[in-house]
């Protein structure tokens, strides 16, 4: 199984092996430079002290006055500086210190035997054992000449302890590791804030793949940041509203294809069923009608028949509504003001509205574009919705038909709308209302809707319900001006 880092947990992990890299060489450099300091001080100071103590008993040294050199070394000598020998000119230790006497390691070495150069000085480490322990050492030796002459007397070597000097050094270094390691800590710090300031986006954006991935394009990433991310999350969230539509589209194009073909094999079954029933129809209607015109026929044979005969009837209208929901043919497009159209489709209706005493409203904009439809086919659409609203409201119902522009451009519409304060349709039948036969009526036949939608579809317009604040229907009816159907 491969190890899954994530891109937080990377980012540290690459992000610690640089810090420690760059404060580890940062230390490591100043702590060298540090060290060569404090001992360069230490021999700075130390060839002084030489030069003193040369100075100082340069006087004793052309008497050969020992005894007094003796005593001036005695009176120098402490924890820092822990011995001094004066040589003669062929390196035969002269006087020293008590301290060091018989530690030949020590006093019996000249650096500069016979080396006249009045310059010439000899540094040099070296671990000693000195007052019951062994200690490191910087031992120092200069040349020493007689005043006033250019021979060279001999030399002095002083043995400077590197104790001080190890225990500065110790402090340095423990301050530049509390130092790195302050700096390490921030750095770390700093570096998880990073991390996550970078990593939070990323997981946001994955999380919105992820759910897309599922098919859940509902919420957007939220990332607000001007950068590369913020400009990735706005694509990305464009990219999902795109694929949103798209599926939308899909979908609903999907639905209009299950419609389209549910239409066309309920038509073709409808078509046949009609063809089949309407001949012998004819037939038996002309019988019947034969019958009753015989004389020698009692009154209540005659009521059956006519009963009959209106049974008939009403298979004949369904079977003419039938055909006329199947049959597919074209538009006769002709241009027709939208009023002269709805009024004709109320002055068939006039005598039932009359009936009722219902209230006809009528709110059509003046000037408003022609349209270019086929006028018996529209005009079948508003007497369907119209008859559905007549069937829906008790008398002194009332219904407002208006008629206004919509759209803009070149996708001008006019906005039909034909409302009712009848019965109301509950939101469960919402969309089942356009659905071929869907009735709930006693003797409804369920497709005026679906005829008119048709109709309208074919115009290219769209036939839907609307909500409306007072109870009762509203249905509209959006037709393109310049129909290219
Ligand atoms: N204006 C309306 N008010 C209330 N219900 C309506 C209205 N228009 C249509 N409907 C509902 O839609 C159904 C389908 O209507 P339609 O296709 O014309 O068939 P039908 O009128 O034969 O029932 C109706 O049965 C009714 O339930
Ligand atoms: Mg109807």
């Known amino acids: 199984m491969k190890l899954r880092i994530s891109l937080h947990t990377r980012f540290t992990i690459w992000f610690t092996f640089l810090l420690v890299f760059l404060v580890g060489a940062i230390l490591f450099v100043i702590e060298k430079r540090e060290v060569n300091t404090i001992f360069e001080e230490l021999k700075n100071k130390g060839l002084l002290m030489a030069k ?60 500069l035997p016979g080396d006249a150069r009045p310059d010439s000085i000899s540094f040099q480490t070296q671990d000693v054992y000195l007052a019951k322990r062994v200690q490191r050492v910087l031992e120092i030796e200069i040349p020493i000449f007689v005043r006033g002459s250019p021979d060279k007397w001999g030399s002095v070597k002083i043995g400077l302890s590197l104790e001080d000097m190890r225990k500065e050094i110790r402090r340095t270094r423990l301050a530049l590791i509390l130092i790195g390691v302050s700096g390490f800590l921030l750095g770390m710090i700093g570096a998880t804030l990073l991390a996550r300031r970078i990593s939070r986006p990323v997981k946001k954006l994955v999380d919105g793949t992820v759910r897309i991935s599922k098919g859940d394009f509902s919420r957007k990433i939220e990332i607000n940041s001007q950068d590369e991310l913020g400009n990735l999350a706005r694509s990305f969230n464009e990219m999902s509203a795109r694929l ?54 009692e009154a209540m044979e005659k009521e059956h028949l006519a009963i009959t005969q209106e049974g008939i009837g009403q298979i004949e209208k369904f079977v003419k509504e039938l055909l006329n929901f199947t049959r597919v043919s074209g538009l006769q497009l002709a241009r027709f003001p939208v009023s002269q159209i709805l009024e004709e489709s109320v002055k068939m209706m006039v005598d039932s509205f009359r009936q009722k005493r219902i209230a006809i409203e009528r709110k059509v904009d003046e000037g408003l574009p022609e349209v270019l439809v086929d006028g018996d086919k529209m005009r079948q659409v508003f007497l369907n919705v119209l008859r559905n609203a007549y069937e829906a409201v008790d008398q002194n119902g009332k219904i407002i038909i208006s008629a206004a522009l919509a759209g803009n451009g070149q996708a001008k519409k006019i906005r039909v709308r034909i409302s009712d304060s009848g019965c109301g349709i509950p939101d469960k039948d919402w969309e089942n209302i356009f659905e071929p036969f869907f009735t709930t009526k006693p003797s409804g036949f369920g497709l005026g809707l679906a005829n008119a939608r048709k109709i309208v579809e074919q115009h290219k317009g769209v036939i839907r319900v609307v909500k409306k604040r007072s109870a009762g229907t509203a249905f509209e009816i959006l037709i393109p001006c310049e129909g290219e159907p």
């Open 52 to 111: 003193n103590m040369a100075d100082l008993n340069s006087g004793s040294l052309r008497l050969w006055d020992t005894e007094t050199i003796q005593a001036n070394i005695q009176e120098q000598i402490n924890e820092k500086l822990l011995y001094v020998v004066f040589y003669d000119l062929y390196a035969t230790p002269l006087v020293y210190n008590q301290e060091i006497a018989g530690k030949k390691e020590i006093f019996s070495v000249s650096r």
């Open 244 to 297: 949103l539509e798209t599926r939308e589209q899909m979908e609903e194009t999907h639905k209009k294809l299950i419609q389209a073909e549910k239409l066309a094999s309920i038509g073709k079954l409808a078509a046949t069923i009609a063809h089949e029933i309407r001949n012998p129809l004819t037939s038996v209607k002309l019988n019947i009608q034969k019958v009753l015109e015989d004389d020698r026929l």
